[in-house]
Every structure is written in structure tokens, then in C-alpha cells.
């Protein structure tokens, strides 16, 4: 089992619809939580990063963490084509000092 | 802002040769991660330097080895590459010792392939 888990999809929603992404992670001392896009051949970008249970919420974008059940999650409001990408979840591994550990990454469509 | 600097940004290579990889971090970023991306795959953690010193080591093979420089600048170098050495490297630097930490920043990355 990997650390961090993802759906690999593809999700695919439709232009302005919500696009929702999970993530749940096996070590429970795992603190702080991101998600980074990446297009296709390059390098992933970091979007948000939470470390406080519940929401956060940056423009179209919610993060939302509910570390009792080890779950990570990002929303996507009035998603756009631009949003179609591969969103890697990363955590935090707990004691190990800003070492990331990534998942497979969710691949997301967005169609016109 | 200054990013992630890698170069070069695309390198072709036959199996069996060597090459280096650079990475120049953002200026006062103490720590320089590399890893590994195949195709359609997530990045796997390579190793990672922090204070020019060895930090962490993950899946890397023996043939590869790096080292962080004096103006923290970073090499990767691969020798006896192997077909399936083909994929992008990136490498990401962060600044430690943050009482919160922000995560990584990647560089644009190195694209490396054996014929």
C-alpha cells in the first residue's frame, strides 16, 4: 500500500462544474498536506497546502483535511480546460523533516 | 521571483554513458531535493541535501550519485545509463528550519533519454 493514495482516473467534468479530488494517507503523524498540478511534461506547481483540520479556501480552490479519517481533499469551483492536468497529492512523512511523499496523482478533465 | 533553475533542460545519452545534471535552488533555500518522473508515473524521491550535506536517500540507484555544492547548488550524476534511466528529472529546493513548512519548489526539470 502507498503511503499516499489517489484515484489515477481520469476525472472528467464538464466546463463550470466542480471538479473533486481525494487523497488518504497512511501515516497518521503526517502533519502538513499539498496538492501541486502538473501539465503533462512539466514540472508539478504547488497549488495549497493545509495543516489545520477543515477548509481552506484560496480563489476557486478549497482544501479540505480531515485528519481523523486521514483524508485529504481539493476542490476545483467553475473548473475550466485550463484546470486539466494531474493533481499529485503530497504529505508530509512525520518525522522526517520537509520530506514529501506523493501520490499517483489524479488526472483531470475538463471539457468545453 | 527566482525560481528552480535545471540544466540542461533535455539531454540524449546511449546506454552506457554518463551525465550530470544541475540544479541551482532558490537563493536562500537550504535544501535540494532530486527525483524521478517516468512516464505516467509520480515523481520518486531520488535524494536530497540539506546544508550540502546528504540528507535522505530514496530509491537511488547505485550508478547515480550527487552532491550539494558550497553556493548550494546541486549535481546529479548518472553513470552506465540504462535505457530505462529515460525520464524527468526534477529537482526542488525548499527552505528548512521554517516553523511552518511551504513545500517544495520544482525546477522546469530535465528531460534524459538513452538510446
Known amino acids: 500500500q502507498k503511503e499516499v493514495e489517489q484515484n489515477s482516473g481520469p476525472l472528467s467534468v464538464p466546463e463550470g462544474a466542480i471538479a473533486s479530488l481525494n487523497c488518504t494517507y497512511s501515516d497518521r503523524g503526517s502533519q502538513s498536506f499539498f496538492w501541486y498540478r502538473q501539465y503533462s511534461g512539466k514540472s508539478p506547481e504547488l497549488i495549497m497546502f493545509i495543516y489545520s483540520n477543515g477548509d481552506k479556501e484560496d480563489g476557486r480552490f478549497t482544501a479540505q483535511l480531515n485528519k481523523a479519517s486521514q483524508y485529504v481533499s481539493l476542490l476545483i469551483r467553475d473548473s475550466q480546460p485550463s484546470d486539466s492536468a494531474t493533481y499529485l497529492c503530497?504529505?508530509?512523512?512525520?518525522?522526517?523533516?520537509?520530506?514529501?511523499?506523493f501520490g499517483g496523482g489524479t488526472r483531470l478533465m475538463v471539457k468545453p | 521571483a527566482a525560481g528552480v533553475i535545471q540544466s540542461p533542460r533535455h539531454l540524449i545519452k546511449e546506454k552506457r554513458e554518463t551525465a550530470t545534471l544541475k540544479c541551482y535552488p532558490i537563493p536562500r533555500h537550504d535544501t535540494v531535493y532530486w527525483y524521478q518522473q517516468g512516464p505516467g508515473q509520480d515523481p520518486q524521491f531520488l535524494i536530497s541535501?540539506?546544508?550540502?550535506?546528504?540528507?535522505d536517500k530514496g530509491s537511488i540507484p547505485d550508478r547515480f550519485s550527487a552532491q550539494q555544492f558550497s553556493d548550494y547548488h546541486s549535481e546529479l550524476n548518472m553513470s552506465s545509463l540504462e535505457l530505462g534511466d529515460s525520464a524527468l528529472y526534477f529537482c526542488a529546493s525548499s527552505l528548512k528550519g521554517d516553523v511552518l513548512f511551504y513545500g517544495y519548489t520544482f525546477g522546469s526539470g530535465t528531460r534524459l533519454t538513452v538510446v
Open positions: 503530497a504529505a508530509e512523512r512525520n518525522n522526517a523533516g520537509n520530506m514529501l511523499t
Open positions: 541535501f540539506y546544508e550540502k550535506m546528504q540528507s
